[in-house]
């Protein structure tokens, strides 16, 4: 229940990759789940990080922290050989595509770090990857270098227009369908909750199926809390959230919707019609 | 595999009879913690604690408050759940029989929007397998009906103590709402009205404000706090409570360390329950166990019930609990 600081160094301002020795998470995980961590001797509960990479032959996850409170000021100031409380990996997990097949990742900001996890397993099974990634500024751009290098197309829109175009990642999706290039079998994207809104929508238009990881304040990380459940189950009034199988538990029934724990039904969810 | 717990560790005797329950440690996880008891089950054995505090359960299935739920704050949590559970059927069929084999006792917290609600819950819990007592949640600060404001009324506890005494034989922990003037005229009510016990405290009634948008920090706008923070006071009031009854009390309020139990146990409680450490530290349970065990054995105390009320007025503090 404990893992230790392997590396960590900046990636931009107010952002670090933190790598960790923890070896039963790196055989375990899959993309889309996450790890519980402890935010420093003061703080209250654990943080929810996605995993953003992994490293199996040597036991190490990796960790995209940006700095946004004490609690993710600590972990990213972690320094090598430190010890660190952890669990996980928790949660769902995204479901992959058939091996080789096309996918589209669409990340705003840090919400990145679980779509870097994702397509380096895509790519590992011979899947094609095209990434729009988005941010208000430069600074918030996460992972364009290492998707270019794993071989994935990538679009990138900044607010400010100081990196990629000027505009939202949405409109690249818009041009991205417009296109007429090969569908993708699943879109998958995470970042602010209007922008997975905007790119669901998009992708049920366009008949794609569309899962998303959302973000929710945490407590125990487990399912035991309560604390992070929505009780709608909806991303927006039109929009429900449905569980999505896993080795675990079976798939959730019906059209989605009703209280859904973020924890322990998701992150990861498929998007459907309300 | 829980079998095998034994009540006596290293010469030290944990065991704890309260409310003519044997419990195999004084160290259980506290109501809406620990979920049905199993979600916790990858990172520890659950049969190692004292017993289970289950989830606040309903009658009817509750989808409970919109999020934001949680907000942290200085030492401490503030939630607004709202009692999300899928409804005391669901539990009886499901959960309470996959919490069965553990073999520990389970108390099952019940919360009514009237009294007439608390007695079915009584009823139906009643001769189910693993249920050892109800822990009666007359305290929550997040509905708005029932809970609390059951439990700020001394008539009313002592009232709805006296119902549902008579629609069960299982013991009666009262769990009793720190939101009150005067902590011990409700304890002393529900003494009355036939609890076997009582259960303080539960979260104080609180709220945060985010600053950038001038909202409340939760989707319910007020909350429960716990952790830390509440912990001086949660001692004060076992310490005043006590006194004043003579059913044994389970004590709870920011317990994150044994040296924090032991100060619930030396203030007079019997029991303890960890809750808001379990999010720091899912194994903190388990350590204050050990830690207990530890204080006992580096000062030749051979049993941890004769720590309880060691602190009280008139009580010869650790010195006496050695001499046992």
């Not at chain 1, 409170?69 to 595509?97: C, E, I, Y």
Request: proline residues 7%.
């Amino acid at each position: 229940m404990a893992a230790v600081i392997r590396e960590a160094a900046a990636l931009g301002p107010g952002l670090r990759a933190v790598w960790l020795e923890a070896p039963e998470a790196a055989q375990a995980a899959v993309p889309g789940q996450f790890v519980m961590v402890e935010g420093g001797p003061r703080r209250i509960t654990r943080r929810p990080f996605s995993v953003s990479g992994i490293d199996r032959e040597q036991g190490l996850i990796r960790l995209l922290v940006r700095v946004v409170g004490p609690a993710s000021a600590w972990v990213g100031g972690l320094s090598p050989g430190q010890p660190v409380g952890l669990h996980g990996p928790l949660g769902r997990g995204f479901t992959l595509p058939p091996a080789g097949a096309c996918a589209w990742v669409v990340g705003g900001g840090v919400g990145t770090a679980p779509l870097l996890f994702l397509a380096a397993e895509l790519r590992r099974a011979g899947g094609a990857v095209w990434a729009a990634l988005g941010g208000r500024t430069a600074d918030e751009v996460v992972g364009a270098d290492e998707l270019k290098r794993s071989g994935a197309g990538v679009a990138v829109a900044t607010e400010d227009g100081s990196a990629g175009e000027r505009g939202l990642v949405t409109t690249l999706v818009e041009r991205r369908l417009a296109g007429g290039g090969p569908p993708p079998a699943t879109v998958y994207a995470c970042g602010p909750r209007g922008m997975l809104v905007a790119v669901a929508r998009r992708a049920l238009e366009a008949g794609l199926r569309c899962q998303v990881s959302v973000e929710e304040r945490m407590a125990c990380g487990v399912g035991a809390c309560a604390g992070c459940t929505w009780p709608d189950g909806r991303l927006a009034p039109d929009l429900a959230l449905r569980r999505l199988a896993s080795s675990r538990e079976a798939p959730g029934e019906g059209g989605g919707g009703g209280p859904l724990r973020v924890c322990r039904d998701g992150p990861c969810f498929e998007v459907v019609r309300a | 595999m829980t079998g095998r717990r034994r009540a006596a560790t290293g010469g030290v005797d944990l065991g704890v009879t309260a409310a003519g329950i044997r419990f195999p440690n004084p160290v259980l996880v506290a109501s809406g913690t620990f979920g049905y008891g199993l979600d916790y089950t990858g990172i520890f054995d659950p049969g190692r604690l004292g017993g289970i505090i289950v989830k606040g359960t309903t009658l009817a299935p509750r989808a409970g408050n919109p999020a934001p739920r949680l907000c942290e704050t200085p030492a401490g949590l503030l939630n607004a759940v709202g009692l999300e559970n899928p409804g005391v059927e669901a539990v009886i069929a499901h959960h309470l029989p996959a919490l069965a084999p553990l073999g520990l006792p389970v108390l099952v917290n019940i919360a009514g929007e009237n009294e007439a609600e608390y007695e079915k819950l009584a009823e139906r819990l009643t001769g189910q397998p693993g249920v050892r007592a109800l822990e009666v949640n007359l305290s929550c600060p997040n509905v708005r009906k029932g809970g609390m404001a059951f439990g700020t009324d001394p008539a009313a506890v002592e009232r709805l103590t006296r119902r549902l005494r008579k629609r069960t034989n299982l013991p009666l922990f009262v769990k009793l709402s720190p939101n009150v003037t005067d902590v011990v005229e409700i304890a002393r009510a529900a003494e009355a009205g036939g609890a076997d016990g009582l259960s303080l405290v539960n979260t104080l009634l609180g709220m945060a404000i985010e600053v950038e948008t001038g909202r409340p920090a939760l989707g319910n706008v007020t909350g429960g706090l716990s952790g830390p923070a509440i912990r001086p006071v949660a001692v004060r009031m076992v310490y005043q409570v006590a006194q004043a009854v003579k059913v044994p009390i389970l004590g709870s309020g920011g317990i994150s360390t044994s040296s924090d139990a032991l100060e619930f146990l030396m203030a007079g409680a019997s029991l303890v329950a960890v809750g808001t450490a379990l999010f720091a530290d899912p194994l903190s349970p388990l350590k204050i166990i050990a830690g207990l065990e530890e204080f006992c054995r580096d000062r030749g105390i051979r049993r941890v019930d004769r720590l309880t009320g060691v602190a009280l007025p008139g009580r010869g503090g650790v010195a006496e609990a050695c001499r046992g």
